[in-house]
Every structure is written in C-alpha cells, then in structure tokens.
C-alpha cells in the first residue's frame, strides 16, 4: 500500500489513505461529503431531467397537463426556430473564434513576453470582472451611437462624412459580444502558456526555427489545453446569450437566449419553451463535440509531428 | 535584421495596448459619464457629483446592495464550506468519483440553468425569494470551488497529516490547524470567485426573482433598459473603486489567484 | 457469499433524507417565515415609468408600511409572473385594460370594496364602463394612453400626414423609424392598418399582417417599449410609433417633437389599478390607493412622467394640457379600439417569432 515511502510513489490509494488517517467513520465521512453532490443532484440534474420530462407534455392553453406528446416538436420543425439556432451557433462560434484570434497574442505577450510590468498587466485584466456586464456592455452604446465617441471622432478627423451605422446592427452585437468574452478567453491562455517551459521555446530557436515555426510546432501544442478550454469557456455562454443581442442589437433578431426567455416570460407555453430549450440544448451538445473531436484532432496531429 | 527586431518588438506590445484599450474602453466612458451633469445626452455638460449624493439618498440602491451581498456572502459561505467537506471527507470515497458532475453547470448555458430552476420552483410552488437566489448562486460557485480545492488537496503532502496524527493530534485538530491554512489560498481564490459570479450574474436572478427581491443586477438591468443610467455609472465607478482596493489588498498577502 | 450491506445503505439513505430536508426547508423558509413577520409590507406592481418610488417612499414613513415596488415591461410579462404565483406576494398591481380582462377571468384580482375608495368622484365618468370591466368591479381607472406617431420636425424632411402610413409605408417615411416592441400592440396595430378592424382576424389575414411587419423591418431602426425618447431626440430616427405615455414624454422634454393621431383611427389602453385575490393586507392596500391618487403624488407623478391622468382636478402644465386636449379631440373623430382579447397567444406568438426570427 506504499503508505510508509515518501510521497514520490503517488498511487490511488494515497487518497483513501487521506481520510482513512483521520480516523472519521464512514458513515460520518458520507454525511459530510453528501451535501455538495446533493446540491448538484437537486438544483441541477432534477430540474434538467425535468425539463426534458415536461417537453413532452402538452395542455390546454399550453399551461395545463394534458397528455403525453411529441406534439411540442412538431411544432418547432419550423425553419423559424431552425434559424435561430442556426443563428446562435454562428454568433458563439464568431465570438470564440475572434476572441481566440485577439487574445492569443495577448496571452503570449504576458506569458511570455512580459517581465517588468507583469502583475500590473494581470491585475489590469482581472479588474473588470468585478464591473458588472451590463453596465459595461451599455456603455458601448455610448461609444458606437451616431452621435457616439466613434462616430463623433471620425467625423471630426474629416474621415467621414456621415455617422456609420454600427448600433443596432448585428456588427454591434458582434463586437460586444467580443468584447464582454475576451478576457474568459485571455486567463485559460495565460494560464497554460505560463506553464510552458521557457528553455524549450529557446532551445527551438537556437536549433534554427523560425519564429512561425516555433510558434506553430511548440507554442500552440503546448498550449492547446488552455486553447480548448477557453475556446468552450466563451462558446457555451455566448450560445445563451440573449440580453447584448436584444440591447445592442434594435431588438430586432431572435437568438436563442431571446426565444427560450420570451417563451418562458412572456407565454403560457411553459413546454413549447423546454420542448424549445432541450432542442437547442441538442445542438450545442453536437456542435461543441464536433469541436472538441477537431481540436483533438489537431492537438494529436502537431504532438506527433514534434 | 536589425530593423526586423525591432519591428517586431513593437508590433506585439502595441497590439496588447490596443486591447487593453479595447477592454476599457466603456469603463473609462462610465466613468466619464458618472459624472456628466446630463448622462443622458453624448456630450460633456459638466462636472458634478450630484449622482453620487443621489446614489447615497436611494433607497432602492441600498436595498438592492444588500440584497445582493447577502446572497453573495452565503453562496459564498455554502459552496466553499460543502466544497470543503466535500473534498475532505469525501476523498477515495466513491462520492468523490463523482466529481465530473460538477462540471455540468460550467457545461450548460447559464440560461438553461436558469429556466430548469425557475421550471422546478415553480412546479413545486416554491416561493422565489433570497433562498431561491442564493440555490442558483452556489449551483454557479461549487462548479468552480470543487475542482480548485480538490486539486490543491491533492497536493498537500500526505506525510504532513501522517506526521500530525503521530504527534497526537485528533482529526478535527489536524484539519483546522494544518490543513485549512494550507488550503487557505485556493479557498480564499474561490471565495473571490464565487463573489464576483453572484455579484455579476444575471440570468438567474432575471429569472428566478420574485416579487420582494430587488438584487444589484436587476435594478441596474431595469435602469439601463429604460436608458436612464446616472446612478448606474455611479454605482459602478465606486465599485471598481472598491474592488481595485480589495484586490490590491488581497495579492499584498501573496494569495496566488489561479482561477484554473 | 455475496453480503448485502443492508445497514449501511439503510444509513446512508437516512442521512440523504436528512440532507434533503434541510435543503427544502432552506429553500421554503420565506413561506415559513412569513407567519413570524410582523411588519406589513405591500407589493406594488406597475409599468416602469409610472411610479416614482422616491415620491411613494412617503407612504412608507406616514403608515410604517413597508413599499416593495417591481416593473414589468409589458403586459405579458406581467400576466406570466402572477399566473405563476396565483397572486400570492402581490398586491397592488397597475395593468393594462386588456390584462385586467384577463385576470378578472382567470380569479387572479378581487372585486374592490368601493367604500373604502375616496377619490371616486375625482374620476372623469368617461373612463369609467369600458368593455374589459362594464361595472368597474375590479378595476378603478388610472391613466390613459393613446397609440399615436411622433416625429421629429426638424428630421422629417416630408410633410406628415395623419396617417398610419408614415410608420407602414416606406414612401411617406424614408428614414428609418422606431416600432413598438409588444406583440399584441404592433399587430393589432397593423390589422387595422390593413383591414380597419381587428375583429374576424383569420389565419390569411394573420399571414398578410405578418408579411407587412417583416417588410416594415426593413426600415425599422429598433424596436422598443421605451426608448423612443431617446432615439427621437438624438434624431437617430425622424419617427416613432408608440403609445401617448412614449410619445408625449419625449414630445414634452423636446421641442422638436411632434405627433398626430392618424385618421384611420388608433387605440386607447386604460391603466388601471386593480387588486391581488391572494394580497395579505388588503385594508393597507386601500389605503395606498388613496395615497396614490391624492392630488399632490399624481400632480408629482404627472409632472415627472408626462401621463395623462383620469382625474379631473389635477394641474397639467400648459403644454400638457393642450396635447391632452388635442388627442381628445382626434379621439372623439377617429375610430378608437381598444387592444381587446380577440387573438389567442398561439396566433400572436407565430406571428411574433417569424418576424423577429426573419
């Protein structure tokens, strides 16, 4: 049982052993470590198994149980709610996909780059999760308004001549969106290029690599943890998103945040609104497993090649 | 050669400042705007601190605040102490096997989250309320918590808890004199974590509220749908504000901030 | 031999039951404690810009009753969330005609005790008797509003006409335009645009209502409840469709504004204030109506919030007085409508999310 070796040896039963020392009897252990699944258990796979049970259901004006049908699904093979989830798809996509663009080199700069000023550039990167979203993701209506800082600015340098129209268009929602996920994208970066090992990027370069051949063959690979998991960190919320469309964009597109809310805010059709969600809940589940299978896919290719 | 160094020594750090820029651009135009003598218009009217003093007179604020930081606190409190327990207590057992289930609320949208939640309290005429609120906020925390302070249990040394109870100490001793404060800095990462989810979230308090819980968020979301945000730029100006201090104050105590 | 460890599981079903229960308990304690609260409180439930809750916090210190006020945005918000609790933790609730239609008929709201009323006479007698309440029985009217077209004349180039065209058809208002954003509204809207009535709307008149709102989007700039103010001003968009309490609020901060009630005819909404079924204090309620309707907090509450209010006494600045006075006067000519519940949600919801999913 290698209880007695120094902690080189790390087997599984180092973890039993954990608990077995401290002499707590199992039942008691059971008792102290249920509440945490338990939680789980109730306030989220309950109601999601719920949800999926109610999607079946249909009733009188929607609102009263009546029977057990697939009815709810029938109505949404429509190509309205088809698009709408087409539509969110893109939008996360786009979103990750700028975000990883932008932040990537962001990352490297301070994961690597930065030497001086480092916790400086970090704590100017976490400072503003502490804003609340809104507040930021409104204030852009400032800036992108007709009247609005950007406009005002370019007019005034002679560059244009009429104000863009940017705010409530979908390049509004576009950058927004960019804009309030960058920084969930920047810290799982930051995070997996400070592990690598500084030598191996010198080494590469003294061996005669370039610096792109560096980057693509040793920095992304190395990274790739940190590429996957932000990348899912911005496209899952960002599916589900529903309030910087309807803000910043006129109201004027639904996504399927804005369906599922309006669905079960403002109608009685509390199972057209699940039937609707696990639907679009379907889709993100195939679509982040196809984007995982790519990204493993690659992360397997370049660790070969090197 | 020479000029392509130092191209590229150039390009780099300016594109970082472009996006820092980018990150900061509407905090500096909330700012500005907290204390714009007509916020409503996009010009400069001068200055004044006439929203703050109505900030400080509103009772909604204050209502709202507290709210908020009583269901910030106890989801605070109830993840990292389930969390705790969890880990400790837990490790090898089968439960901990069970870890992965944790990762299902960072999995699904928080809108989904928010739904299913408001679906079950409503099927079970549960009344929507501060418990209510404070569920959904420590579903959002233990995704977080469980894996932070699990993998920093894993590491601590086995032979120090060999070593304590060879020495005599009980069980409850040994966790709370050797293990919490080892422990210290992932919990106190976590809490950080948690507070700033609760604070900020939205879908589920847009959700789940009831009639008699006015949180921080929502009275901020019902200001800006109406576009009348004075107080919503004052608010938040103080609150950068605080939490640049907490922050500072917290890193002074070399409290490592891994959030992954 | 296989032992099957019955105590231990025994045990640690027990100690799940355990866990269980104090959970729920946790989650239900606010039903539970409110049988220990003595305080009263009173839940107030109104459209965002009616209520200014600085000015109502006067309540607050002259009874000690304690004032929690929420918003909706529009009425189907409102009906979903008492549906949801049956009235419970609501009590004073200020909705739409049509909403008190509907939460008469579905026992949501209880009849009101007129006796405990004392600005009944202060009431002009026009408001009283409309279709969703013949006997006022449930509700006591509070404001009105009238559907009407606000432009900005110093952007719209063209001249206005007194007609619904200048927000259905691009030819009498090129620039882009600001549309409302509830469902119910902007269809009714359009079916009297395109049929004169909303009576006897078929499924083919539902698709030719549809077709003129998604080829209206076009043009629109944004849809929404209440920013027109905003976007009139900012002369971001030269017209607006909206209701009176949208319009003249913008009109009256901006000189620049005007409006006009088209002569095809328009709709009315009467906001009235009407009771929970389930409200715990209704004695208390009463006497907060009382409160709201005394002459100084609707003076107050006219002056911050441009409403047109159903009593006789109050004092409208000039400005307000005359728009008043001229959509009164275009109401009695034109054919008024109200909003009446003659759609149901499923047709309303199709029409609604093909437009907006387009």
């Known amino acids: 049982m290698a209880k007695r070796e120094c902690g080189v040896v790390r087997e ?147 560059l244009i001549s009429t104000p863009f129209h940017i705010l409530n268009t979908p390049i509004a929602v576009y950058i927004v969106m960019v804009f309030c996920y960058l920084p969930f994208m920047i810290l799982p970066l930051y995070n997996s290029m400070a592990k690598i090992d500084k030598f191996l990027l010198e080494a590469s370069s003294d061996l005669g ?44 597109t639904m996504y399927v945040g804005s369906m599922i809310s309006y669905f079960f805010l403002e109608t009685k059709n509390v199972f057209l609104g699940s039937a609707f969600t696990c639907l679009s809940g379907l889709a993100l589940i195939f679509v982040a497993l196809s984007i995982y299978f790519v990204f493993n896919k690659i992360g397997k290719k370049n660790m070969g090649v090197k | 050669m020479e000029l392509r160094r130092k191209a590229s020594s150039f390009i780099l750090p300016s594109f970082v400042g472009l996006i820092y820029l980018f990150l900061y651009a509407p905090i500096i135009v909330f700012i500005i705007f907290s204390f714009n003598k007509n916020p409503y218009s996009l010009k400069w009217h001068g200055f004044t601190f006439s929203w703050y003093r109505d900030l400080f007179a509103s009772s909604e604020v204050a209502e709202a605040l507290t709210n908020s930081l009583i269901v910030a606190f106890s989801a605070v409190f109830l993840s990292v102490t389930m969390a ?96 919490v404060p080892i422990l210290l800095p992932a919990i106190m990462s976590g809490a950080l974590l948690i507070m700033i989810i609760s604070l900020d979230d939205f879908f589920i308090s847009f959700f789940c509220s009831g009639p008699e819980t006015l949180t921080l968020p929502m009275y901020i979301f019902s200001q800006v749908r109406t576009g009348a945000t004075p107080i919503v730029n004052a608010i938040s100006t103080l609150l950068m504000v605080v939490s640049s201090l907490l922050i500072l104050l917290l890193t002074s105590f070399k409290i490592k901030t891994r959030f992954f | 031999m296989i032992i099957f460890p019955v105590k231990k599981i025994f045990i640690r079903l027990l100690i799940l039951c355990f866990w269980t229960a104090i959970i729920f308990l946790f989650l239900f304690s606010p039903k539970i404690s409110q049988y220990f609260v003595t305080g009263k409180s009173l839940s107030v439930f109104t459209f965002s810009k009616f209520i200014d809750v600085e000015c109502i916090k006067k309540f607050e210190k002259e009874t000690g009753i304690k004032l929690n006020v929420n918003y909706y945005d529009n009425n189907d918000e409102l009906l979903v969330k008492i549906r949801k609790t049956g009235g419970a933790g609501f009590d004073v609730i200020i909705p739409s005609d049509y909403a008190v239609e509907l939460l008469a008929k579905e026992g949501l709201i209880q009849k009101l005790d007129k006796s405990k009323i004392n600005f009944l006479d202060r009431i002009d007698k026009r408001f009283f008797g409309f279709y969703f309440d013949p ?85 629109v700039e944004v849809y929404t409840d209440r920013r027109s103010d905003y976007y009139l001003s900012s002369a971001t968009c030269a017209v607006a469709v909206g209701s009176s309490g949208e319009i003249w609020r913008a009109a009256r901060q901006d000189p620049n504004l005007e409006f006009i009630v088209p002569d095809e ?35 107050h509450h006219i002056d911050k919030y441009s409403i047109f209010s159903v009593l006789t006494d109050v004092t409208m600045d000039e400005r307000s007085t005359k728009a008043a006075k001229y959509t009164r006067d275009r109401l009695d000519k034109v054919k008024v409508d109200f909003f009446r519940n003659v759609l149901t949600e499923d047709q309303m919801n199709k029409v609604w999310v093909e437009l907006k999913v387009k």
């Open chain 3, 135 to 219: 006997k006022n029985e449930y509700s006591i009217p509070y404001a009105w509003e009238a559907y009407k077209i606000g432009y900005n004349k110093v952007m719209f180039k063209a001249t206005p006409i007194n007609s619904w065209k200048m927000g259905f058809d691009k030819a009498y208002a090129p620039n882009p335009i600001v549309m409302n954003n509830t469902p119910r509204e902007a269809i009714m809207l359009a079916a009297l645009y395109l049929f004169g009535s909303i009576d006897n709307l078929d499924d083919e008149k539902l698709e030719k209502i549809k077709d003129l709102l998604i080829k209206q989007k076009q043009w």
């Open chain 2, 84 to 179: 705790v327990f969890y880990v400790f207590y837990g490790l090898g057992s089968f439960l901990n096997r069970l870890t992965i289930l944790f990762y299902g609320s960072l999995i699904a949208p928080e809108i989904v989250l928010a739904t299913c939640l408001l679906s079950v309290f409503s099927f079970l005429n549960m009344p929507l309320g501060i418990p209510s609120l404070i569920a959904g906020h420590t579903l959002l925390g233990l995704a977080y918590v469980v894996p932070i302070i699990k993998s920093s249990y894993e590491e601590i040394d086995n032979r120090l808890i060999e070593a304590s109870m060879d020495l005599g100490a009980t069980e409850s001793q040994t966790f709370y004199k050797i293990i």
């Open chain 1, 12 to 158: 599984m039963s180092d973890n039993k052993f954990k608990s077995s020392v401290l002499g707590a009897s199992e039942n008691k252990s059971f008792a102290m470590a249920l509440p945490a699944v338990l939680w789980q258990g109730i306030f989220l796979y309950v109601p999601v198994v719920f949800i999926i049970g109610i999607s079946f259901l249909k009733g009188l004006d929607g609102s009263v149980f009546k029977n057990i049908t697939l009815g709810n699904y029938d109505t949404l093979m429509n190509s309205s709610y088809f698009i709408t989830i087409y539509r969110s798809v893109v939008l996360a996509f786009s979103t990750a996909l700028m975000c990883l663009i932008l932040a990537y080199p962001t990352a490297y700069f301070l994961a690597i780059k930065v030497k001086k000023y480092k916790n400086l550039l970090f704590f100017l990167l976490i400072l503003p999760f502490w804003i609340n979203f809104l507040v930021k993701a409104y204030s852009w209506f400032f800036i992108l308004d007709h009247n609005g800082f950007v406009n005002s600015f370019l007019i005034k340098i002679g």
């Open chain 1, 209 to 252: 690599a370039t610096a792109g051949q560096t980057l693509w063959h040793i920095t992304i690979p190395l990274s790739m943890a940190g590429i996957t998991s932000g990348f899912f960190l911005v496209l899952i919320p960002s599916f589900g998103e529903f309030v910087i469309p309807t803000l910043l964009g006129g109201g004027k």
């Open chain 3, 265 to 299: 005819g328009t709709f009315m909404i009467i906001d009235s204030v009407v009771l929970s079924a389930k409200s715990k204090f209704p004695d208390d309620a009463y006497k907060f109506i009382n409160f709201l309707y005394s002459k100084k907090i609707v003076d």
